[in-house]
Nanobody
Framework: QVQLVETGGGLVQAGDSLRLSCAAS????????MAWFRQAPGKERAFVAA?????NYADSVKGRFTISRDNTKNTVYLQMNSLKPEDTAVYFC????????????WGQGTQVTVSS
């Protein structure tokens, strides 16, 4: 059974940094695209960043967030710097990007709250 477990969320002040981790188990994702999404209160889930053969970022986080992966640990990370109140959301890890652009596996999410 595949599981994605996110950790590292919390309450921080604007300008602070956080690093989220997503540990995968049940299969290896070293050759699969993995991504981070987020969902703010009252909004739809939105793409944040992805790592596969290259990395991609939402415009709102470019230059502040960095996605990386450690295939030896089957883990993907999201380093978030210069956090803003508008980054407040539940952050979800996703793995195994399908042909239609959706992801097959999702984590349960971790809350990130940025106070002003």
């Amino acid at each position: 059974q595949v599981q994605l477990v996110e950790t590292g969320g919390g309450l921080v002040q604007a300008g602070d940094s956080l690093r989220l981790s997503c540990a995968a188990s049940g299969r290896t994702f070293s050759s699969s695209t993995m991504a981070w999404f987020r969902q703010a209160p009252g909004k739809e889930r939105a793409f944040v960043a992805a790592v596969g053969s290259s990395t991609n970022y939402a415009d709102s986080v470019k230059g502040r967030f960095t996605i990386s992966r450690d295939n030896t640990k089957n883990t993907v990370y999201l380093q978030m710097n210069s956090l803003k109140p508008e980054d407040t959301a539940v952050y979800f890890c996703a793995a195994f990007r399908l042909g239609d652009g959706t992801y097959k596996y999702w984590g349960q999410g971790t809350q990130v709250t940025v106070s002003s």
